[in-house]
Each structure stands twice: as C-alpha cells, then as structure tokens.
C-alpha cells in the first residue's frame, strides 16, 4: 500500500512543480513587461482616448447624481460632452472605469496637471489589461491540449511577439479588443467544457467589455453561442444545467454590456445603428496610405484586399507564421478525415475552429467588402488570436513528434526575438520581418504613432543650451512635440518653444520619416543639417535638424 501510494503521489508532486513553474514564468514576464512601461511615449490617439473615457464617466455622473452634479459640471467646463452625442461613441471604455477612478483626483478634474501624470500610470494600467491575453492563452492551450509544458511555450511566443509586446503598453483600442477576445474565448472554451457558473460568469464579462469596446465583440459572444449549442448537441448533454449555465451567460451578458455602455443608455436602437454602420462603412478618417511601395489616397481609391493579410504576414516573425501554416494543415487535415464527431480529439478541433471562426470570418468580410482600414492590420489585431491559435496546434504536433528538438527550436526562436526586442527597445512596433525586403521606409508606415518624438526631442535637449525653439513639418508629429515636452526637467522645458508647423525659423526641426514620405514634405532648408537620426531594426524612424 505504502508502494501504490507513493506511486500516486510522485506525478502530482511532478504537476504541483511544473504548475509552480509555469507561474513563476508568467509573474517574470508580467513584472519585465510592467517595468518598461513607462519607457513608451504616448499613441497617436492617447489623449482624445482617455477624453472619450471622461465622456463616459460624465454621462454616468449625469445618470446617477443629476445633470447639476459637481462632476457633470467640471467635466462639461472641460469641455467634454455626453458620450451619447460624441462622434465615438462607437469607441467604448469600460475596459478603462478602474483607471477612471484615478482621474478623480482634485488636479484633473480642475485640469491643473501635466500629461505624464496621467499618461504613465495610463500605460501601466493598458499593459496590465493586455497581459490578460497571456494568462488567457495559457489557459487555453492548457485545456485543449493538457499540456503545460506546450502552454508556457506558446505564452513566451505571444508576449516576444515585437509589435504586440510594444503596443500593448500604449495602444488601448486595437489590443485591448485582441486580449479581450482572447479572455473570451479561453472562458468560453472552459464555459462549454466544464459548464461550470464561475467560467461562464468570466464569459459573458469579457464578452461585455469587447462588446463595449467594438460591436464586433457581438459577433465573438454569438458564435461562441452557436458553438455551446452545437458542443451540447453531438454530445447529447442537454439537460437542465446545460440549459442554465447558457441561459445565464445569455442574461449576464445582455445586463452586463447595458450596464457597461452609457453611450446607449437613452437611445439603444440608435446606437446599435450607428455601431454598426461605422463598423461595414467607416469613413470618419480619410488620408493617405504608403502600402508597397505606393502611397494610396482612401478619397479616390480602396486599398488592395491583400493589404491586412501582407502586413500581417510581414510583420509577425516568420516562426509564427510558420507554425500557424502547419497548424492550419493539421486543421484542415482532421476537418477532412474526422469532421465533429465526438472524440477527445475532436474536441481540441472543435474548440479551435471555434477561435478561428471568431478571429478570421471578420477578416474575411473586410477583405470581399474592402471596409476602410490604415495604419497596417491594427484595425484587425483580434485576427491574431486565430493565428496564434493555429501556431499552438503546429507547435503541438512537432513536440509530439521530436519533442526536445521543437522545445529547443523554440526557445531558440523566442530568446532571438526577444533579444531584437531589447536591442530596439522601445520601438518595437516597427518590426518588419526579412520578407519585407530591404528600404522598409520606402515601402511600408514605420513610426506611424511618432512614438519616437521623445526621444528626438530629449536629444535635441541634451545637445543644446540656452533658448532654442523646435519646429516639424508635418501636423502629426507637431502634438507629439509639444506633449514630449513634458517628459524634460522644468529647466528645459522652460527653455524649449515649439513653434507652428512648419515654420522653418526653429533652431531645430524634427521629422518623422514615414510621415516625410507619405505627406510629401518638402526637402529641408539648406541651412539646416542633419545631427542625429533614431533607428530601429535599421530604418530610419526620425531624424533631426539643427541650424548651421
């Protein structure tokens, strides 16, 4: 007996160390991500953000305490309208309401601050929200594929991940709506499973928040629906507990997505109509492109339906893609062979089609309906949790198959990646891949949010004295100046003045060079020369004049 037990027991030793191990792995990711938050400069749409958050809180201020409130008054003496009026309303912040409560501090409600107040702590709180796609993903592949040692990899391969790692310290739409519909999926996944309340209360949540935060987010909680109703059916659990547990998330979800979206508190049909109309038809941004080579005008002319599937192919490391591909064979592959039928094998298909049908049916209408989309493929960053997804199911079958030398491959690939992410740190979202070619500038956007302004104006600083006056080009970059400002010490910042755009008379002039290319920005005066120009991954992201 003594035997038998100490036979039981050596495994879930084994399993309680490799779990302790796992945890330990993703604490040190989370705390090596949460360390360098500060290091990124603000998003090209960072403050209208946090201002489309302030609506939302006003307009809950203005439900709740009365259109006569303290709150309602300062917020429209800031000049922050009702979220039901706002022109994006579509853009919701539930996600956001914890951090709202920072924003109740005397010096922001009375506007009495500088930015970084809010911006740093703002992008400590938007990396915290994404790291959730990590522990989420890890979840996943550990239920579908019982494999702890596959899951970790898979969580290391998604947090290198250059573009993802850098933008989810600063972009708060785009991979807020991508760690949203992972969360979702990995609850929805264990909700159909285990039809366990805690999982399914998860669910609907999640559900909510990716709703709120773009109406796609219906479509991710209606097709993990159908797939509930399909999983119940051909394993005839229909009973009274399947019946409940998605009853409630059905009525979680209605209740908490109302709850969570005062933009259509008064007119819900209205806003429904206008969700949806922006989301097939969008056309509040109208610019140019630089896509190949070729500057596209989205007034005149629809970007090619190859736009989202290049740039996503050219700027996801090719390990991954290449793992998605094997993934998709074997999808495809057991598709043919098995089709749904009931088997543990099966299930692991069924769950993953799953998450490929909420990632890539969206993709799919965009590219046959040539909605308008720019900046590259963030519009459609959630597509990734498919790709992932499928690069878990290729990872899976080269461990069952050479098992040390696909963990090694990996990790191999991973510490690569991961030191190009520390040598370009904290660029990371210009990541192009080799398949990009040579003169990526040329060819494809590169600092499209300017997040390089900073650190361009902080060597401008430090290589200068005196008085000194900065000055761009182009309308993009010219906020960035002035809100990088801030980041100096009192001392500088009292010496620098930033003039209008493109006034010439500065003693230095910042350029960013996609925005050079794609605005067709004159060359500079010849009594200028360049001093400095901020790399990474060896293209030019901004370079700086100084006055001879």
Known sequence: MLTRLGKGTKPRLKEGGSRLFAAAVLLLLFIVGFSVSEDYFMG??????????????????????????????LYEDM??????????????????????????????????????????????????????????????????????????????????MPRFFAESHYNNKDMVLFALLMDLCCFGVRAIKRRRLADALLFALFSALAANAKVIGLFFFGISGLFYIAYISIKK???????????????????????LTP??????????????????????????????GRIYNTLTENLPGRYIPQLMLLTTPIYISVLAAAGFVVLCAALF???????????????????????????????????????????????????????????????????????ALALTCVLFTSVQNIVNHPYQYVYFNPLAGEDVVSNYELDYWAVSTREAVRFASENSSGEISMACLDDRTYHHLVYSLEYLSPEDKARITILDEGDTHADFIIQNTTYAIVRNIPPIPEDFRLVNTIYAYGEPLVDIYRRS
């Open 237 to 259: 659990l229909w009973d009274r507990r399947s019946a409940g547990i998605m009853l409630l998330a059905i009525l979680s979800f209605i209740v908490l997505f109302y709850a």
């Open 337 to 407: 062979k098995k089709g749904l039928r009931s088997s543990p094998s099966s299930d692991k298909l069924f769950f993953v089609l799953m998450v490929c049908c909420c990632a890539f049916v969206p993709l799919l209408v965009q590219i046959v309906n040539k909605s308008l989309v720019y900046n590259g493929w963030r519009h459609f960053y959630f597509s990734f949790v498919g790709v992932i997804m499928l690069a878990a199911v290729g990872l899976e079958l080269l461990l069952r198959r050479w098992p040390r030398l696909a963990a």
């Open 263 to 292: 933009a259509m508190w008064k007119d819900p049909v209205g806003y429904f109509s206008y969700c949806l109309n922006n989301t097939l038809h969008f056309s509040r941004w109208s610019g140019l492109i630089l896509f190949d």
């Open 79 to 160: 000049g922050l309208s009702p979220i039901e009026t706002d022109i994006d309303r579509d853009h919701g912040q539930a996600a956001y309401y914890p951090f709202a409560l920072y924003l109740f501090q005397p010096k922001f409600l009375s506007g009495n601050y500088g930015y970084t107040s809010v911006a740093v702590p703002y992008h400590y709180y938007t990396f915290i929200l994404c790291f959730t796609a990590i522990i989420s993903f890890y979840l996943l592949v550990l239920e579908l594929f019982s494999n702890r040692r596959l899951a970790l990899l898979c969580a290391l391969i998604l947090f290198v």
């Open 44 to 73: 090209t749409d960072e403050v209208n953000e946090i201002m489309i958050l302030q609506k939302n809180i006003r307009t809950v201020g203005e439900t709740f305490f009365g259109p006569d409130s303290q709150l309602v008054y």
